[in-house]
């Protein structure tokens, strides 16, 4: 039998589907809860770590402090999700940080929240696998000098199994995730009952991987929250996600949005409880999970089940960014702020050119930092904390706009369609507490994590945007217009009309709906031939147009165009 090409790339990938399938391969509640969930979900081998090695500094009596500080993140955990679950229904077609921002805050604001989630989403799949490589190497010792090789390899075959459909992939990836929350589920359960008959052994023979140096101070306890605070990433997934979800879409990604919640603040809590009981020591080797394990379960079946598991949910938790990469991808690129062939979806139905340029970017970053998860995680939540505050702060902008609506009108923006709510006080403050904690949980990490150890954080600042190119709807100091409505700007600005400083003028393109303030010339950009409300402008206009801006802004004089 002759192999064809053909039939290989069917091997590998699957049989093509036709376009009018796509409905047909949305993922249901089980499958989305495992696709998206894996990365908030194994937050939970670490996190409860993070906190203790920070409380090491002043001593095992400061250890109990690792209650309240995970009840304070679990609280905000609890304003997040109901948060989300307000940005789900008010965007059933895909509420993320990008879309949120960009509607109500303008195109500066989404610039920014898609460039801060798209390089998390790489840092993602890179500290995932990193962190799952280190715990197969941990108990495998000869695999400690292959960690970058083995860790690309997972990426590569990671890239394959995503190419073949969202619904073939979130089936291969809900039995190992699935799988984890069953031993951390027993772990706990057994865990807890022998902590009240008072048979839960302790730790012994680790070495503590910090002694006491420091006092207790405000500024202790703020560092071990900030570090704690890893267990909210992945936490906005669902919500970039709602297009993969079965119809209803809105209600289907808001009740898994609520059930990964409650199954991750429990499992936190449970996790840092027990450890309390167990008085694990922090060290980096070996983790708090496998001193929890070894002290429940000692050396026995269960203690290697609730480790593999933490190895699989670690690799598996790169899955979301592969779900999530693309979706994201595919709708900047359909605004144009970035190229248009990110749309284009494969054989399989998927966006086979962001799945791509994620494997090929995380793949770099484990190679440069030679898969140490030490030198990446400093990077990783501060990408998620800035696309949280500017989606909460999008929607307090939102339900603002909402209590100036009278009942029965109807405001429409590119994203969706607005209405009067009723209950738009209540909303907009929970949105605004939110944004006001994660905004300061944010700058905590941003401090803590990248100045502390003098990393390069320019991913997450706003010059970010910069990575975008300049696009003819993302004008200046644009401001909501307060009567709604979009004005035509045609009949006070001709086409070869010079932009003067200070001059007003009007979006052209309808669904920006914004009032612009042109401050310098040199930022008023002309409309592309297929934006111009006066017919078409050939390039060699738009360039002499671009060049009068320039000349006048510095104040050259230039003879009148022909």
Not at 534 to 547: D, K, N, Y
């Amino acid at each position: 039998m002759k192999v064809t090409r053909t039939s290989v790339f069917d091997l590998i990938f699957g049989k093509p589907l036709a376009t009018a399938d796509a409905s047909h391969q949305a993922i249901s509640k089980r499958v989305g809860l495992a696709v998206f969930a894996s990365d908030a979900m194994s937050s939970i081998a670490y996190a409860t770590q993070e906190i203790l090695l920070v409380l090491a500094l002043v001593g095992t009596s400061a250890f109990v402090l690792s209650i309240p500080i995970s009840l304070v993140i679990v609280g905000l955990l609890i304003v997040l999700t109901l948060s989300y679950r307000q940005t789900i229904f008010a965007y059933p077609n895909g509420g993320g940080a990008y879309i949120v921002a960009k509607d109500n805050l303008g195109n500066t604001a989404g610039m920014v929240a898609a460039a801060a989630l798209l390089t998390d989403y790489v840092l993602t799949v890179a500290v995932s696998v990193s962190n799952g490589v280190e715990q197969i190497a941990s108990a495998i010792p000869a695999l400690v000098n292959y960690r970058w090789e083995l860790a690309s390899l997972l990426v590569v075959v990671m890239t394959l199994i995503n190419m073949r459909g969202v619904k073939e992939s979130g089936t291969v990836f809900a039995i190992p995730t699935y799988f984890f929350l069953v031993t951390v589920t027993l772990t706990l359960v057994s865990g807890l009952i022998q902590w009240l008959n008072g048979s839960l052994a302790t730790v012994t023979g680790v070495q503590a991987a910090h002694h006491a140096v420091e006092n207790l101070s405000l500024l202790i306890i703020l560092r071990a929250f900030s570090n704690g605070c890893t267990a909210l990433t992945g936490v906005e997934a669902i919500s970039n996600g709602v297009l993969s979800f079965k119809e209803p879409r809105g209600k289907n990604a808001a009740n898994t949005l609520l059930v990964m919640s409650i199954i991750l603040g429990s499992s936190f809590l449970g996790i840092t409880l027990i450890a309390q009981a167990v008085q694990v020591v922090p060290a980096e080797f070996p983790t708090v999970i496998s001193q929890i394990g070894s002290a429940v379960f000692g050396n026995t079946l269960g203690y290697f089940m609730l480790i593999a598991g933490a190895a699989i949910i670690l690799i598996m938790a790169a899955n979301t960014s592969f779900n999530a990469f693309p979706l994201l991808s595919a709708q900047v690129a359909a605004d144009g702020f970035i190229p248009r062939w990110f749309t284009n979806r494969g054989n399989k139905l998927t966006y086979n050119t962001g799945i791509g340029v994620l494997a090929l970017a995380a793949i770099a970053l484990i190679v440069i930092f030679d898969a140490r998860v030490t030198r990446l995680i400093p990077l990783y939540a501060i990408g998620v904390f800035m696309s949280f505050t500017l989606s909460q702060a999008g929607m307090v902008a939102r339900w603002t706009r909402a209590g100036r609506l009278k009942k029965g009108e109807t405001m429409r923006t590119s994203a969706s369609a607005q209405v009067h709510d009723p209950h738009w006080q209540g909303k907009r403050l929970l949105n605004l507490v939110g944004g006001h904690h994660v905004r300061r949980c944010g700058g905590r990490v941003r401090h803590h994590q990248v100045q502390r150890r003098r990393l390069d954080h320019y991913h997450c600042h706003p010059r970010s945007r910069l990575h975008f190119p300049s696009h003819p709807r993302a004008l200046p100091e644009c401001r909501p217009d307060p009567k709604h409505q979009v004005r035509d700007g045609a009949a006070d600005h001709p086409p070869n009309a010079d932009h003067h400083p200070g001059r007003r003028r009007a979006s052209r393109h309808p669904s920006t709906r914004r009032i612009c303030q042109v401050d310098r010339p040199s930022l008023a950009r002309r409309p592309y031939r297929h934006q111009s409300d006066q017919g078409r402008h050939s390039s060699t206009q738009v360039a002499r147009t671009h060049r009068r801006g320039r000349a006048a802004h510095r104040g050259i004089a230039l003879p009148p165009p022909d």
